[in-house]
């Protein structure tokens, strides 16, 4: 929990900035941050997190880093996606305050200084909503709103509309993060999940000042399917609806040829034995497939490992001999 009453003047800020393929827009991105990082009140660390870039960017990055002491780089082998990249930039910061923005100055970097002050009134998370998206084609709204409209009804956590990655963290908050050992990491969805004070600044997100969009449709289909799969198990609680459904259905109608076979005499001789074995054994299969279905959910969540509960503080423990619960996760 953050010490509302923290020096804030001595207080560090972490940008962590996602790059792939952005050579068009680094020199406008550099200047803007420079100018953010002039802005903010306490000693600032640029992280830029090359995603496998295989553009001009990692020269233009380096250069940057060379001549600037507060920007860092670090460098993936390959191109692994949008969110391990902010992962591994969140997992090297050491800032009391993390801020996660896109290159493309669609998230404007003057937005910060506001996301920066709702953390002062001690907030923990401070997203970034977005009000109107600039130049993003009607496709990619209308699939993005489909997406949260989805999530709404199927997940067990809010995750809030019209807020991507644009985010400022308190430490509290990223150690939480870090210590969430999923390998699948819908990063929105688990700063959903953990609580913690949250409010969101809204904004206008401007078009992309340079180059071209990163997620192509079948990336934002993987995304929304992660997001999906490791926010609900409504997928495999499904099978067992619909298998108990279809199998209920299945038995009904296999009594009525039954019925149907005992009471007439022309039907062909072999087929109600035939339809009535069938459905009734099409009805079992679906009827077991959802509860190994439900086994396979139980599987899902142990395996995430998330800790059952965090803790916010503790008060009233003597310092230091508070014992460390055994399923739940105190920061720090
Ligand atoms: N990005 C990344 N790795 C990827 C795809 C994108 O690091 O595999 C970065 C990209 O450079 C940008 C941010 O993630 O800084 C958002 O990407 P983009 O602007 O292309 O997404 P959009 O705004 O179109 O949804
Ligand atoms: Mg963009």
Redesign the pocket.
Known sequence: MSDVSLPFDAATYSLI????N?EAVLPLLFERLDQLVAELDGTTEVIL?D?GSRDNSARLIVEKVKSSPNFRLIALSR?F??QI?ITAGMEAAVGQATIVM???L?DPPEVALQLVAKWKEGYEIVYAQRLSRDGETAFKLATAHLFYWVMRRLATVDIPENVGDFRLVDRVALDTFLAMPERDRFVRGMFGWMGFRQTAVPFHRAA?AAGE???PFW?MLRLAANGVVGFSDFPLRLALWLGSLISLAAVLYGIYVLVLALIRSDLVAGWASIVVVVSFLSGINLLMLGIVGIYVGRIHTEVKRRPLYIVGRRIGFAQGNAPEPAHGKVIP
């Open positions: 900035v996602p790059i792939y952005e997190v995603d191109n996606g949008h990249a896109d290159a493309d669609q992309r969009t990163k997620y990336k």
